[in-house]
């Protein structure tokens, strides 16, 4: 009865999550009470620490906002697959243009050679059409079905397994991607991109929580004129503090006797004014452990840590609710009575909160960025330029900034405001504007109280990460919220930036004056020129960078305006790293989004929190932090761990690895396939063009299905060109995946094209010649016969093909290869004795063939032994002129493993035998290799403090510098000895 007499105004359904407005009161009366998102339960939400409640549905199905903001998620695919599908449709292409060239074969062949062939003549009715143009057609797609195989539809399904138990076997099982600490384990997401990883060129990060351990710490604070934090004493533990607590401003000896609880003196006033200030203005709420001790929770880490360190300081927040906020200070319990709370958002970046005091007092407290609290405080504010200082000081640390105000509010004026402000909240159009002008109001002339500076902590090897991913040409940039000098600051302590490297800044107040779009150009191409002189005065190689820039918020949103990206682009692709300031998550995707666009890259977005979800969706490939910031960058990400460290391992590692495993996997399918269709097109040339095949139904059903599906999987999944060790201790291996284009990619298939094409000759014609050429006794195999050993011989060159390949043999590899090619003679024979026991399909036409091959030497010689021989000379020698003549640096690094292994062998030899020189076995292999007998000394892996390469005398050894992009390995018959010896005086010994 009493809803009868109420009614709820509200607004259409929108997809504004965080944006709601409404009003509620009687049907007849003036006095409405404003509904905002506080108000708002959206869908999927749950019910917690109550019962039941009572509610109203507002808005269902459809129209609900969490409906109204699903969206698609983006379907990515990697370059690999879209090359693929181009290969495809080529292959496609030849098919119909050999078939159809076939069929107009076979009708030349008819009008030619019939008459010679008088058992061959047409009946003139289907299926023997006359010669004309339906019989073309029938022959046509008669050569269309038998050469079907030349697209490797079998393709799909092997790589889609192949990615399958990469992920489930390699990358979820990785244990060096494993955290311990907060038991989260390396996850993918979705199994379609694992060979992007190994391609990319570009990683967008964000800060706090990604590179940073979203822990935080109150470590600083400036009040009155002072600056305190910077003298702690950790040797000497305070009573309620916890050891080795973040909250390092607790342990300050200076405020500690400016509240009097070292001495027992007076409370410094002003100290007492700003935790107070931490204590009640903000939205944290105190729950209370079972063992008495407070809990609190709160959606901004940063004002979990104020209040913390304020309640180790002696403000402790008791209480929180709409109405009251209860602070104990020091046994004493203050209750403050609220009367409006302005909360924080993006646009305001400040929260304030309007309090009755325990003195009756109306109080106005903020807190906020300090841009927007400095451009708020009273003219003639004392104190302004010590804090602006203490804020430098503070952001050249590292740290986070925020400025406390307060001031006293005069009833008449807070009525007067507050009668405008409630009309504004009730407002159905245009309530936000109106709501933030009334804010705007309030929240003038106040009095400068404090500053504050919370520490985030880098994670544990973000460094090393960061410093393997430049090495590897993986250019970072991160885009942050943080203000410039906090920026610049972290970008240096992670190493990003180095201290021997120049430095550009980019900031908004250098577009003043930039109306139209040729002046902002003009400022842009300025900035390029700076980096361009950066870059000569440190003497920098040409194509190579050793300047960063710094590019702050409202700079970056001028320039990502369409007619000025082509101008950023350039100027970022000139650095070696960007770090984006005060920038948000819409500029997160903007920026992620210009750089697939303009620099045609493959893009890696890694974050942690929601603000992070658009950039992580926009990028190639989007990795989620497991962290404090909630699951959606997780829930959005195509791959997720715990710590930013195990990006260089997921990259440098397995995605090098996949993408050339999975390449090889494209490669080998097109191949093998190819091989196999050649061999039918050879038999219409002596079968006059009449599209019979030259394998039986068995043979054809079984050799992508069976004998050549597992040796390719297998090599997918097991294959390592290099041991994992020498991958990380080596980023510039990472070239070989991420220099790789599509150009690239396709000249690789015309060359395996090639190799398919010679390896069907010997494989088909070896055979047919010798096994069809009657033998003392006048007798010939038939058709099935040859074909079975063709069949044979084809199905063990392709399998020697992917062994000649293959670096990395295991007990797994052995088994799969050679189980695969054993196999194939006992089916034969088994297949060749069922008919006429079992009336199975597709084994009459094998009947005999088995005894009949096995018993004559031809088929021993020249199926499996001479035609896979003759088919794989080319190879191995191809193979061997590029390891000789042409190395590269996985060539070397290959060597040098091996000269590893015959050193360790000889010392656990020496050893054992007690008096044994390994040098007489080391030269021998060097000299057949063609390197330099100093190899066998060469220097031991050790790292220092620093991360260097010494000997084993602890002197510093000198660096690689070996560009793999712009021709820095000497190509010809004297470049691969002078690389070996290159390699050999710089590279560690590598040793298990």
Known sequence: ALAEHWQIGCEAPNPRLYVFDGFAGEIHSSNKQPLDINNLLLRGSVLRKTDWVIGLALNVGNDSKIVQNMTKAPRKVTQLERAMNVLVFVQFTILLTFSAVL???????????????????????YPEVPPGGLAWFIAFLRFVILLSNMIPISL?????????FQCALLLNQDRQM??????????????????ELGQVQYVLSDKTGTLTQNVMGFVWASIGGKLYGKSVSEDAPRPGVPANTPHTIALDEGILKALGTASGKQQDLEVSRFLMNLAVCNTVVPSVNEDGSLLYQASSPDEEALVQGAAYLGYKLLSRTTEQVKVDVHGAVYTFDVLAALEFNSDRKRMSIIVRTPENKLMLMCKGADSMILARLAPGEPGVDTVKAHLDEMARAGYRTLLVGQKELKPDDYDQWETAYSAAQVAMVDREARMAAEQECIETHLQLVGATAVEDKLQDGVPECLQALAAAGIKVWVLTGDKVETAISIAYSCRLFSEGMGLVECREGEFIGAVDISAKQQVLRQKLHQVRSQNQQHHVLQAHSNCGIVIEGGALNIALTPELQDDLMALCKECKAVVCCRVSPMQKAQVTTMVKKKAGAITLG?????NDVGMIRAAHIGVGISGREGRAAVLSSDFSFAQFRYLSRLLLLHGRWSYLRNREVVLYSFYKNWAYVLVYIYLQFVAGFSAVPIFTTMMISTFNMIFTACPIVAYAVLEQDLRVSTVLENPETFASSRTATRKGFFWLFVLWMVAGTWHSLPVYFLPWYTLTTPDRNGLAQDLSGTGTAVFIALTFAVTLKLCVRTHAWSWITHLVYWLSVALLLPFVYVISILWPRTDISGVADMTGVGSSLFSSAVFWLTALAGAPAIALLPD???MMFRRYLRPGIVTLLQEREVLNAVQIMANKKRTAQGAFSPHTNLQVIQQQRGSDSGAADGPIKVTNSHGSRVNKDGNSLPQINMDVEHGGLEMGPAGGQQQRQRLQQHLPVVAD
Not at 103 to 125: F, I, K, M
């Open 103 to 125: 069929a107009g074969l076979d009708q030349w062949w008819a009008v030619h050679s019939y008459p010679a062939v008088w058992y061959l003549e047409s009946v003139n009715r």
């Open 606 to 610: 890694i974050g942690d929190g929601a």
């Open 178 to 195: 494993y955290h311990r600490d907060s038991d989260t384990p390396f996850v993918c997401r979705t199994t379609t991109l694992n060979e």
């Open 156 to 164: 799909y399904v092997s790589l889609e397994v192949v990615k399958v």
């Open 876 to 878: 191995m020698a191809v």
